[in-house]
Nanobody
């Protein structure tokens, strides 16, 4: 399974960006997908996840500003970010948990896309 993320870049405070991540390769289905981020000098943290069973979950800092969504047919996950702040500057990683065999799940990570919020 390969993941390809895109959509990062430089944006001014208060601006918006949409990240995309596409999964390709062999799998039966995708159980969950999400976004994490890692700022310089900090640990990777959850931004948002979207699972088939539990729906969408957001970190507190993302609530009301970020929206996670998916395109099931195209195995895509999106992260719409608005009202961006300098503290949102980080490398954003997409994550998928596909079923590779009945009852078996594996975790896959994209390489990351840099989001820089600065004036």
């Amino acid at each position: 399974v390969q993941l390809q993320a895109s959509g990062g870049g430089l944006v001014q405070p208060g601006g918006s960006l949409r990240l995309s991540c596409a999964a390709s390769g062999y799998f039966l289905s995708i159980n969950a997908r999400g976004w994490y981020r890692q700022a310089p000098g900090k640990e990777r943290e959850l931004v948002a996840t979207l699972s088939n069973r539990e729906g969408a979950t957001y970190a507190d800092f993302a609530k009301g500003r970020f929206t996670i969504s998916r395109d099931v047919a195209e195995n895509l996950v999106y992260l719409q970010m608005s009202s961006l702040k300098p503290e949102d500057t980080a490398v954003y990683y997409c994550h998928f948990r596909p079923s590779v065999a009945p009852g078996m799940y594996s975790d896959y990570w994209g390489r990351g896309t840099l989001v820089t919020v600065s004036s």
